[in-house]
């Protein structure tokens, strides 16, 4: 089964922890918290309260949207010492974490949360962030620990009134016994998980215990029966519209009980679908799971191409994930020692400030015994000029730290760009389409143009992976790149795609450095939203020179469709995978802008024909020339 699948399943239960245990219990809307964070922009409990609440709005479906509120809280309860918002926010981030499959993340935040919320006994929370420790011990293989935090959760619990935390706590315990295939140990946690949710009318709860009872099912070879609560629990999500993850789970054990059966073009659709929701949502982690399930299938059935192409993607995305987690967690680690170093050295300021100041307490009652008011005077005069020097270097101290807050927010938020656009490529529709033209070629006998195009699909996620431990890579790296990539594209469409890449003599590409994978996104979407759908062969123009002496002018050009069509395209068929990487890229170059202190931008422009038809759309990034070399 679908082990590691669990860590969603318990973020999604979590979240009636989360909201029951946050530090100010919101009555107010959606609308009415982004009033408060908009306009109050003092950094005080309210405004962190009113973030909190508001990154509740976004737990379920938006979570990424919902980490950045939940971070800033993090940042201004520390500044403020508002010790509840700092365990609630560190908590939040934890369960991000978690469903990011991230667990180093995870635990980093989990013990920062229980430290908080043991010191001001806070129960509730209490629970919450011991909650997502049995989870990371269960994700870890650590199942003992992971049953000995849970059992133990239930000790405190006992006695109180009956709420979805006991649910939540019977699912957990469940899931420990699902990961080790005990089944017979799985079922009474999951009906006590079911009778409880009836009882208490959690939706949630019900729902989710309705989908463990699919799996017994299906394991004890009731498969009927394992249908009919999968396809319910599936037919309410649908309906609902709120419960993508939900659907997705159901899609998933549909397709695992069409492949005991050996439906697999049955079982092939059901995973697909649970694979389009879990890309919408950019959960790659899920995502590789239904990869290397598929893998296994198309092996079974002897599709050996096919059963490759999915097990490499599985790989790819493993890799990314492990790569990115590291250096997320490399980031966290340095922002808090820095932090914390800037903080020591202004206590220590403070304590020598304070250590003179009796010093010269002292020294004038001995002054005006012995040397005379002379003597004080120039004493004193010493004192003084020492005190005001270490007061000087007190206020020093404490403007270095600020700083170095400010630039560590700055440098956090940047990084979280570039991993953003990072993860966006690392995407699986990437590298999807290509890998079909790959199997498409070497089934009509073109093993030449099939080992090339498979060479090139190798060569772009080699450098992905690469320019992914760098902030900035030389212009000529990432035109390499789109060119690999546009090769790639003519293989898939042949002579309905063509490609140009002029830049002017005096750039100097080996030498000039940008973000990695700046580009390349916007020459994706020229193929994706404007050339793919036009009947007649099609130009992808890139075009590269100075723009003054210190900014350089790019322009990704595209005869297509143009947006508005695109757009329509896309109404028309919803089920189409979106492209992450353009609003990261946005985000990006406003940092840049930021930073280099230039007119770092982005412009979208529609092109038109003389008679007003759409004609295709023009992108013109500019950006600093002396990226990477800033000292």
Same mark, same amino acid.
């Given at each position: 089964?679908? =082990?590691?699948?669990?860590?969603?399943?318990?973020?999604?239960?979590? /979240?009636?922890?989360?909201? $029951?245990?946050?530090?100010? $219990?919101?009555?107010?809307?959606?609308?009415?918290?982004?009033? +408060?964070?908009?306009?109050?922009?003092?950094?005080?409990?309210?405004?962190? !309260?009113?973030?909190?609440?508001?990154?509740?709005?976004?737990?379920?479906?938006?979570?990424?949207?919902?980490?950045?509120?939940?971070?800033?809280? &993090?940042?201004?309860?520390?500044?403020?010492?508002?010790?509840?918002?700092?365990? #609630?926010?560190?908590?939040?981030?934890?369960?991000?974490? *978690?469903?990011? =499959?991230?667990?180093?993340?995870?635990?980093?935040?989990?013990?920062?949360?229980?430290?908080?919320?043991?010191?001001?006994?806070?129960?509730?929370?209490?629970?919450?962030?011991?909650?997502?420790?049995?989870?990371?011990?269960?994700?870890?293989?650590?199942?003992?620990?992971? /049953?000995?935090?849970?059992?133990?959760?239930?000790?405190?619990?006992?006695?109180?009134?009956?709420?979805?935390?006991?649910? +939540?706590?019977? #699912?957990?315990?469940?899931?420990?016994?699902?990961?080790?295939?005990?089944?017979?140990?799985?079922?009474?946690?999951?009906?006590?998980?079911?009778?409880?949710?009836?009882?208490?009318?959690?939706?949630? =709860?019900?729902?989710?215990?309705?989908?463990?009872?699919?799996?017994?099912?299906?394991?004890?070879?009731?498969?009927?029966?394992?249908?009919?609560?999968?396809?319910?629990?599936?037919?309410?999500?649908?309906?609902?519209?709120?419960?993508?993850?939900?659907?997705?789970?159901?899609?998933?054990?549909?397709?695992?009980?069409?492949?005991?059966?050996?439906?697999?073009?049955?079982?092939?659709?059901?995973?697909?679908?649970?694979?389009?929701?879990?890309?919408?949502?950019?959960?790659?982690?899920?995502?590789?799971?239904?990869?290397?399930?598929?893998?296994?299938?198309?092996?079974?059935?002897?599709?050996?191409?096919?059963? &490759?192409?999915?097990?490499?993607?599985?790989?790819?995305?493993?890799?990314?994930?492990?790569?990115?987690?590291?250096?997320?967690?490399?980031?966290?680690?340095?922002?808090?020692?820095?932090?914390?170093?800037?903080?020591?050295?202004?206590?220590?300021?403070? *304590?020598? !400030?304070?250590?003179?100041?009796?010093?010269?307490?002292?020294?004038?009652?001995?002054?005006?015994?012995?040397?005379?008011?002379?003597?004080?005077?120039?004493?004193?005069?010493?004192?003084?000029?020492?005190?005001?020097?270490?007061?000087?270097?007190?206020?020093?101290?404490?403007?270095?730290?600020?700083?170095?807050?400010?630039?560590?927010?700055?440098?956090?938020?940047?990084?979280?760009?570039?991993?953003?656009?990072?993860?966006?490529?690392?995407?699986?529709? #990437?590298?999807?389409?290509?890998?079909?033209?790959?199997?498409?070629?070497?089934?009509?006998?073109?093993?030449?143009?099939?080992?090339?195009?498979?060479?090139?699909?190798?060569?772009?996620?080699?450098?992905?992976?690469?320019?992914?431990?760098?902030?900035?890579?030389?212009?000529?790296?990432?035109?390499?790149?789109?060119?690999?990539?546009?090769?790639?594209?003519?293989?898939? #469409?042949?002579?309905?795609?063509?490609?140009?890449?002029?830049?002017?003599?005096?750039?100097?590409?080996?030498?000039?450095?940008?973000?990695?994978?700046?580009?390349?996104?916007?020459?994706?979407?020229?193929?994706?939203?404007?050339?793919?759908?036009?009947?007649?062969?099609?130009?992808?123009?890139?075009?590269?020179?100075?723009?003054?002496?210190?900014?350089?002018?790019?322009?990704?050009?595209?005869? =297509?469709?143009?947006?508005?069509?695109?757009?329509?395209?896309?109404?028309?068929?919803?089920?189409?995978?979106?492209?992450?990487? $353009?609003?990261?890229?946005?985000?990006?170059?406003?940092?840049?802008?930021?930073?280099?202190?230039?007119?770092?931008? /982005?412009?979208?422009?529609?092109?038109?024909?003389?008679?007003?038809?759409?004609?295709?759309?023009?992108?013109?990034?500019?950006?600093?020339?002396?990226?990477?070399?800033?000292?």
């Amino acid at each position: 089964m679908f =082990g590691r699948h669990q860590a969603l399943l318990q973020f999604l239960l979590c /979240v009636a922890f989360i909201q $029951t245990g946050s530090a100010q $219990t919101t009555t107010l809307s959606k609308d009415s918290l982004e009033y +408060i964070v908009n306009h109050h922009l003092e950094e005080d409990t309210i405004r962190v !309260n009113a973030l909190i609440d508001l990154q509740e709005y976004y737990l379920v479906d938006e979570f990424e949207a919902g980490k950045v509120y939940i971070e800033e809280a &993090l940042s201004i309860s520390k500044k403020i010492n508002y010790q509840t918002g700092i365990g #609630f926010s560190s908590n939040a981030l934890s369960s991000y974490f *978690l469903r990011r =499959g991230e667990q180093d993340s995870a635990l980093f935040y989990t013990l920062e949360a229980i430290e908080v919320f043991e010191s001001i006994n806070e129960d509730q929370n209490i629970y919450a962030a011991y909650n997502n420790l049995g989870l990371i011990y269960k994700n870890k293989g650590e199942y003992e620990k992971a /049953v000995e935090i849970y059992k133990r959760m239930l000790d405190r619990l006992d006695g109180r009134e009956i709420t979805p935390s006991f649910a +939540i706590v019977y #699912f957990n315990i469940a899931s420990i016994y699902e990961a080790q295939n005990d089944w017979e140990n799985y079922e009474p946690w999951i009906q006590k998980m079911l009778e409880t949710s009836k009882e208490l009318n959690f939706t949630p =709860g019900i729902i989710e215990a309705e989908l463990g009872l699919a799996k017994v099912a299906m394991n004890n070879g009731n498969n009927a029966e394992a249908f009919n609560l999968a396809n319910s629990v599936l037919t309410l999500a649908q309906d609902s519209g709120e419960m993508a993850q939900t659907a997705a789970r159901a899609f998933y054990i549909l397709g695992d009980i069409y492949y005991s059966e050996r439906d697999f073009r049955k079982a092939i659709f059901n995973y697909e679908q649970s694979l389009e929701i879990y890309e919408e949502l950019n959960s790659l982690h899920y995502a590789a799971e239904i990869y290397l399930k598929l893998s296994d299938l198309y092996r079974d059935i002897s599709a050996f191409d096919k059963a &490759l192409k999915h097990r490499i993607t599985y790989h790819h995305i493993q890799d990314s994930l492990n790569s990115l987690e590291r250096v997320a967690l490399i980031e966290e680690l340095q922002t808090k020692f820095e932090t914390e170093r800037i903080k020591r050295e202004k206590e220590t300021a403070e *304590l020598e !400030n304070l250590k003179l100041a009796e010093e010269n307490r002292k020294g004038r009652g001995i002054l005006f015994g012995v040397v005379g008011l002379l003597g004080f005077v120039v004493m004193a005069s010493g004192f003084y000029t020492r005190q005001q020097k270490l007061k000087k270097q007190n206020e020093l101290a404490t403007l270095q730290l600020e700083e170095s807050e400010k630039r560590l927010a700055i440098e956090k938020k940047k990084r979280e760009a570039e991993l953003s656009a990072i993860r966006s490529q690392l995407n699986p529709h #990437f590298i999807f389409n290509l890998l079909n033209t790959i199997q498409g070629l070497s089934v009509n006998g073109d093993r030449s143009a099939a080992n090339k195009a498979l060479n090139n699909v190798a060569v772009m996620m080699r450098m992905i992976l690469k320019h992914s431990q760098e902030a900035f890579i030389p212009l000529r790296s990432e035109l390499d790149l789109i060119r690999i990539y546009l090769e790639a594209e003519q293989l898939r #469409f042949g002579d309905r795609i063509s490609f140009e890449i002029m830049m002017d003599e005096e750039v100097e590409d080996e030498f000039i450095t940008i973000p990695p994978m700046l580009i390349q996104p916007y020459v994706e979407n020229a193929i994706k939203h404007g050339l793919m759908h036009k009947t007649e062969p099609g130009k992808i123009e890139v075009h590269i020179h100075y723009l003054g002496e210190d900014m350089l002018e790019i322009i990704v050009e595209d005869d =297509g469709i143009g947006r508005k069509r695109a757009a329509e395209i896309k109404y028309l068929n919803p089920g189409e995978h979106n492209t992450f990487s $353009t609003k990261a890229n946005q985000d990006r170059i406003e940092n840049l802008a930021k930073e280099s202190d230039s007119e770092a931008r /982005v412009e979208i422009i529609d092109k038109y024909s003389e008679t007003g038809n759409p004609a295709g759309t023009k992108v013109r990034i500019l950006i600093p020339t002396n990226l990477g070399n800033q000292s």
